[in-house]
């Protein structure tokens, strides 16, 4: 059984930084890709970075988050990372760590409706 655990939220000043991780077990497929999404009180879950995790790992972000979040993989670790640099009081939300099978255009990795597996969520809480 696929299972994804988040750790790294918390509480942080705007234009600091966090280190969201997702630990990834029980995962039998031999490609897969990932993804974090985020959900604010009376929001919509969205999309906020994926990445391809084999290939040429391809990575796709929210216009809203470009150049601030980095998202990345160590596979020897089974571990998915999402830093957060230059918070804004807007990145607020919970944070969840997604995966599904296969392999996934770039153009698809923000849609939530393709992954399988999430994880439970870390909260994130940014104060101006």
């Known amino acids: 059984q696929v299972q994804l655990v988040e750790s790294g939220g918390g509480s942080v000043q705007a234009g600091g930084s966090l280190r969201l991780s997702c630990a990834v077990s029980?995962?039998?497929?031999?490609?897969?890709?990932m993804g974090w999404f985020r959900q604010a009180p009376g929001k919509e879950r969205e999309g906020v970075a994926g990445i391809d995790s084999d290939g040429d790992g391809s990575t796709s972000y929210a216009d809203s988050v470009k150049g601030r979040f980095t998202i990345s993989k160590d596979n020897a670790k089974n571990t998915l990372y999402l830093q957060m640099n230059s918070l804004k009081p807007e990145d607020t939300a919970i944070y969840y760590c997604?995966?599904?099978?296969?392999?996934?255009?770039?153009?698809?990795?923000?849609?939530?409706?393709?992954?399988?597996?999430w994880g439970q969520g870390t909260q994130v809480t940014v104060s101006s």
């Open positions: 997604a995966a599904g099978a296969g392999a996934l255009g770039w153009w698809l990795l923000l849609h939530r409706d393709e992954y399988n597996y």
């Open positions: 029980g995962y039998t497929k031999s490609r897969y890709f």
